[in-house]
T-cell receptor, first 114, second 114 residues
Framework: GNSVTQMEGPVTLSEEAFLTINCTYT??????LFWYVQYPGEGLQLLLK?????DKGSNKGFEATYRKETTSFHLEKGSVQVSDSAVYFC?????????????FGTGTRLLVSP | GAGVSQSPRYKVAKRGQDVALRCDPI?????LFWYQQALGQGPEFLTY????????KSGLPSDRFFAERPEGSVSTLKIQRTQQEDSAVYLC????????????FGPGTRLTVL
């Protein structure tokens, strides 16, 4: 079936550290890939997306590259801030659903300390 | 502008009660989605509307779950004869275009079944 696997959290970092959150997927066909973020007390927000192999999505200093050969979409940021503390969800959507239905991973909590 | 709103934000129900959860999507958004998020898990797809038509209800866990969007705007998710395993956060999302789009999420309704 179609699924997304994320590294377990929490990920605890000091401010200005380098961040990587791993995400791999299993899918039939060629999915679109997404990272969503949920800040404390807020709803899910789209952080970035990539729709085809080798595309790089980027936003707010975060980046992720669609790697078809390794079925991965790892999230990276060069220097995290305390305000980046949140739960991050990797997700995919599939062409056979019109790219509508999102399949999410279990989420990775990031805690950044000053 | 206003985002996706959901009400109530919190609902406590006794086992066996019926509940109704409301979603007000962003004005003009054609597509509307319901997801269920259990504690510590990622959201799981329940159902999808395009305007008033329910195009996919494959994620509804049982016939106790029913969703409607009669005028293509506000949607209601109804759960009959609630059970403890129904306890979760119910998320609503809407989007503007039909394919490869950004889903805008509401804050969710936390349902607790005692």
């Amino acid at each position: 079936g179609n699924s997304v696997t994320q590294m377990e959290g929490p990920v605890t970092l000091s401010e200005e550290a380098f961040l990587t959150i791993n995400c791999t997927y299993t899918a039939t066909g060629y999915p679109s890939l997404f990272w969503y973020v949920q800040y404390p007390g807020e709803g899910l927000q789209l952080l970035l997306k990539a729709t085809k192999a080798d595309d790089k999505g980027s936003n707010k200093g975060f980046e992720a590259t669609y790697r078809k050969e390794t079925t991965s979409f790892h999230l990276e940021k060069g220097s995290v801030q305390v305000s980046d503390s949140a739960v991050y969800f990797c997700a995919l959507s599939l062409p056979n659903t019109g790219f509508q239905k999102l399949v999410f991973g279990t989420g990775t909590r990031l805690l950044v300390s000053p | 502008g206003a985002g996706v709103s959901q009400s109530p934000r919190y609902k406590v129900a006794k086992r066996g009660q019926d509940v109704a959860l409301r979603c007000d999507p962003i004005s003009g958004h054609v597509s509307l989605f319901w997801y269920q998020q259990a504690l510590g898990q990622g959201p799981e797809f329940l159902t999808y509307f395009q305007n008033e038509a329910q195009l996919d209800k494959s994620g509804l866990p049982s016939d106790r779950f029913f969703a409607e969007r009669p005028e293509g705007s506000v949607s209601t998710l109804k759960i009959q004869r609630t059970q403890q395993e129904d306890s979760a956060v119910y998320l609503c999302a809407s989007s503007l275009v039909e394919t490869i789009n950004e889903q805008f999420f509401g804050p969710g309704t936390r349902l607790t079944v005692l």
